[in-house]
C-alpha cells in the first residue's frame, strides 16, 4: 500500500500570508495526487487534482506542484476562509490513500 | 446541480447491521465510478470501497472485506453500502463520492452519515 505522509501536521499563518504544505509518496506515483480543504462539520472539497491543476471555481491564490514522490500545495495568499484542514490524495491506486491533513489555523 | 445525498447512519451495537444509502441527482449515476470513503470523527479520510460504473467491479479495503457490500441500482440513481457485523472502529462519517473522470478523484461529496458502533 502507498503511504502518504504530509508535513506539517498544523500551522498557524496570518491572513495575507504564504502557506506551502509537503506531502511525501512512499512510491512514485508520477502525478497522481489530489489536494483537498475540509472545514469543520463538512465534506472535503477538491482544490487541485493531478498536482498542478486547478479544479473549477477554485481561486488562483491555489497552487500545486510535484511529480513522482514529492508534492506541494501552495496558498499565495491566505484569506480568512483559508482557515481548515488540508489533505493530500494519491488516486494512482485503485483505494486512494489521503495524507494525515494539515490543520491551518490564525 | 450535482447532488449526493446520503441516509441510513445511525447507533448500532456491535455485531450489528446497517445498509446506507447515497441518493444522487444532477447527472446520471451509471456513468461514473462511486466510492465510499470514512472518516472518524477528528481523524483523517479512508477509503473503503468503490464500485464500477456498471456494478461489474469492487474493491475493499482490508478492515472491511468479507463485511461490507457495496453496490448500485443506477435506474434509482442510489449507491448503497450494506454493513454487517458492525465492530466499534467502524464508527465513521462515511460519506459517498463520485469519481470524476476529468479530474481523476473525487469531484464531489456527500454532506456524510455518521455511524456509531456501541454498547
Known amino acids: 500500500d502507498i503511504q502518504m505522509t504530509q508535513s506539517p501536521s498544523s500551522l498557524s499563518a496570518s491572513v495575507g500570508g504564504r502557506v506551502t504544505i509537503t506531502c511525501r509518496a512512499s512510491q512514485s506515483i508520477s502525478t497522481y495526487l489530489n489536494w483537498f480543504q475540509q472545514k469543520p462539520g463538512k465534506a472535503p472539497k477538491l482544490l487541485i487534482y493531478d498536482a498542478s491543476s486547478l479544479q473549477n471555481g477554485v481561486p488562483s491564490r491555489y497552487s500545486g506542484s510535484g511529480s513522482g514522490t514529492d508534492f506541494t500545495l501552495t496558498i499565495s495568499s491566505l484569506q480568512p476562509e483559508d482557515f481548515a484542514t488540508y489533505y493530500c490524495q494519491e488516486s494512482y491506486s485503485a483505494l486512494w490513500t489521503f495524507g494525515q491533513g494539515t490543520k491551518v489555523d490564525i | 446541480e450535482v447532488q449526493l445525498v446520503e441516509s441510513g447512519g445511525g447507533l448500532v451495537q456491535p455485531g450489528g447491521s446497517l445498509r446506507l444509502s447515497c441518493a444522487a441527482s444532477g447527472f446520471s449515476l451509471s456513468s461514473y465510478w462511486m466510492y465510499w470513503v470514512r472518516q472518524v470523527p477528528g481523524q483523517g479520510l479512508v477509503c473503503v470501497s468503490r464500485?464500477?460504473?456498471?456494478?461489474?467491479?469492487?474493491d475493499y479495503a482490508d478492515s472491511v472485506k468479507g463485511r461490507f457490500t457495496i453496490s448500485r441500482d443506477n435506474a434509482k440513481n442510489t449507491l448503497y453500502l450494506q454493513m454487517n457485523s458492525l465492530r466499534f472502529e467502524d464508527t465513521a462519517v462515511y460519506y459517498c463520492?463520485?469519481?470524476?473522470?476529468?479530474?481523476?478523484?473525487?469531484?464531489?461529496w456527500g454532506q456524510g452519515t455518521l455511524v456509531t458502533v456501541s454498547s
Open positions: 464500485i464500477k460504473s456498471d456494478g461489474s467491479i469492487t
Open positions: 463520492v463520485r469519481f470524476g473522470a476529468l479530474a481523476g478523484t473525487g469531484d464531489y
